[in-house]
T-cell receptor
Framework: NAGVTQTPKFQVLKTGQSMTLQCAQD?????MYWYRQDPGMGLRLIYY???????DKGEVPNGYNVSRLNKREFSLRLESAAPSQTSVYFC?????????????FGSGTQLSVL | AQSVAQPEDQVNVAEGNPLTVKCTYS??????LFWYVQYPNRGLQFLLK??????LVKGSYGFEAEFNKSQTSFHLKKPSALVSDSALYFC?????????????FGQGTTLQVKP
């Protein structure tokens, strides 16, 4: 089973470049999330989508945009990359945005901004 | 505001010994608590959760966690550690009354189990 698939796995950008991180899930989940992981800081929520057609800001949304293209896909866009956005990015999904729902994570995208 | 603290950056134990990874939390209402594990170059995997009921929660791979409301703690435990348990462990909390996707993670604790 594929689960949550993220592309690309690795990316190097120059400051000011733009790119889109892709995420797709095949579990028919309603909710999808983007997190970033930085050493010593754990995971921080960037944006999430409770259901198709809706998106909401998380803890650290500045510098990012998202699109919930359909139920399966949730993309994260960096319009003008900055060195502070060097991080590992994880996409996750859950059946719904219920109180006790567990998250299913992709394997991550390692992004370096020079 | 919700927060989670994992006071130890790294925990070292010998194989066969019991292990504990500590977690304390702060939420304004009833907490929903989770433990996730991350193996190298992989995404996080769910281990267990506490929603309500019995304070001792059992999860995957022989792990368990004890919810202590008075100490606002949710420590992860295992009676006998395996070398294969070596990984990065994250505690996470969600306010029970919240229906949003906002799960707050701790900074993570690296567990090193030595043969």
């Amino acid at each position: 089973n594929a689960g949550v698939t993220q592309t690309p796995k690795f990316q190097v950008l120059k400051t000011g470049q733009s790119m889109t991180l892709q995420c797709a899930q095949d579990m028919n989940h309603n909710s999808m999330y983007w997190y970033r992981q930085d050493p010593g800081m754990g995971l921080r929520l960037i944006y999430y989508s409770a259901s198709e057609g809706t998106t909401d800001k998380g803890e650290v949304p500045n510098g990012y945009n998202v699109s919930r293209l359909n139920k399966r896909e949730f993309s994260l866009r960096l319009e003008s990359a900055a060195p502070s956005q060097t991080s590992v990015y994880f996409c996750a999904s859950s059946p719904k945005t219920g109180r006790g729902e567990k998250l299913f994570f992709g394997s991550g995208t390692q992004l370096s901004v020079l | 505001a919700q927060s989670v603290a994992q006071p130890e950056d790294q925990v070292n134990v010998a194989e066969g010994n019991p292990l504990t990874v500590k977690c304390t939390y702060s939420v304004s209402g009833n907490p929903y608590l989770f433990w996730y594990v991350q193996y190298p170059n992989r995404g996080l995997q769910f281990l267990l959760k506490y929603i309500t009921g019995d304070n001792l929660v059992k999860g995957s791979y022989g792990f368990e966690a004890e919810f202590n409301k008075s100490q606002t703690s949710f420590h992860l435990k295992k009676p006998s550690a395996l070398v294969s348990d070596s990984a990065l462990y994250f505690c996470a909390v969600k306010e029970g009354s919240s229906n949003t996707g906002k799960l707050i993670f701790g900074q993570g604790t690296t567990l090193q189990v030595k043969p």
